[in-house]
């Protein structure tokens, strides 16, 4: 199978757990009010918000420019743009909720909730879904050798972030797992409050602007 038919199909399968409240692995952001703007940065092919805003204007970020191509084939109720979490391409207080599903685990974090921060609209939501160590344990448990040593980074990755909120990239990638404490001080000094956390089924994060 081609690269990009496995994205393809990769992406199918996401939109049908995204549709699928039976699904173990399904997880939606929560209701938004009519005319509010909201921007799924890690878009994919637009999944998420596909499944969770059906029919309405919503905005996608991502870095892959097949999953964006695939996304507009599928709907044309989202705004699909390419870029990064780092340097969002909008306008500052533009968005009322801003959905991070699995995404900033792979960003610098510090940089990419400023960012955030700023297109939110004063009083607006951030909801993401980050990466405990157990995951990343779990992923370097089924890999080969290289896998293993990738893991070592990203754990050493993540205790940078724990302990000094810093983190540093390897051959252009970055990825860590993150820490209730960790990722509360990034909120904390990106200017979010109201940070709510709930690892009864994933590690779901919500702040306000």
């Keep these: 199978m081609s690269n990009a038919n496995s994205g393809a199909a990769y992406h199918e399968q996401e939109l049908s757990?995204?549709?699928d409240p039976s699904h173990p692995a399904h997880e939606?952001?929560?209701a938004a009010p009519p005319g509010a703007r909201i921007l799924d940065i890690g878009c994919g092919a637009g999944q998420t918000l596909i499944a969770a805003y059906p029919g309405r204007l919503?905005?996608?970020l991502d870095t892959d420019l097949a999953a964006l191509q695939l996304g507009r084939k599928w709907t044309s109720s989202?705004?699909?743009a390419c870029g990064q979490a780092e340097a969002l391409p909008y306008r500052s207080a533009e968005f009322d909720l801003v959905v991070a599903r699995v995404t900033l685990a792979y960003t610098d974090i510090s940089r990419s909730l400023r960012e955030i921060r700023r297109v939110l609209k004063p009083?607006?939501?951030v909801w993401m879904t980050l990466h405990p160590l157990s995951l990343c344990w779990t992923q370097a448990r089924q890999a080969n050798w290289k896998g293993r040593l990738f893991f070592a980074y990203v754990a050493v990755n993540g205790v940078c972030f724990h302990m000094l909120q810093e983190q540093f990239s390897l051959f252009g990638r970055q990825e860590t797992f993150q820490t209730e404490w960790g990722i509360r001080r990034a909120l904390d000094k990106a200017g979010f409050r109201d940070v709510e956390i709930d690892?009864?089924?994933r590690?779901?994060?919500?702040?306000r602007a």
Excluded: D, E, H, K
């Design 203 to 207: 590690f779901l994060v919500t702040a």
């Design 58 to 60: 919503t905005f996608g």
């Design 199 to 201: 690892r009864r089924r």
């Design 123 to 125: 009083g607006g939501v």
């Design 17 to 19: 757990i995204a549709q």
């Design 78 to 80: 989202v705004a699909f």
């Design 28 to 30: 939606l952001p929560p």
